[in-house]
Nanobody, 124 residues
Framework: QVQLVESGGGLVQSGGSLRLPCSAS????????MGWFRQAPGKERVVVAA????????RYTDSVKGRFTISRDNTKNTVYLQMNSLQPKDTAVYYC?????????????????WGKGTLVTVST
């Protein structure tokens, strides 16, 4: 059984940083592209960042470029989202997800597996 478990969320002041790890079990981790998604209150869930199985390529939504970094450690079956210069508009529940297709992760469609999410709240 595949499990994705996010952690690292919490309350942070505007301009601060957080690092979200997502650990995976029950799947051949390096064969899956991974994505970080977020869902703000009253809005739909959207993709924030994506990374290929080997970590060689990454993609970001425009609103987080230059502030967020996705990375992975396949020896630890973990993907990370480093978030810097956080702003109140970044407040959301953050989810990690896995799919064999990097293209599908970028599109945010048909993900095979989802974590349960971790809440990030950025105060003014």
């Amino acid at each position: 059984q595949v499990q994705l478990v996010e952690s690292g969320g919490g309350l942070v002041q505007s301009g601060g940083s957080l690092r979200l790890p997502c650990s995976a079990s029950g799947c051949p981790f390096s064969t899956y592209a991974m994505g970080w998604f977020r869902q703000a209150p009253g809005k739909e869930r959207v993709v924030v960042a994506a990374i290929t199985g080997d970590g060689s390529s990454t993609r970001y939504t425009d609103s987080v470029k230059g502030r967020f970094t996705i990375s992975r450690d396949n020896t630890k079956n973990t993907v990370y989202l480093q978030m810097n210069s956080l702003q109140p508009k970044d407040t959301a529940v953050y989810y990690c997800a896995a799919d064999p297709s990097y293209r599908m992760v970028i599109l945010g469609r048909g993900m095979d597996y989802w974590g349960k999410g971790t809440l990030v709240t950025v105060s003014t």
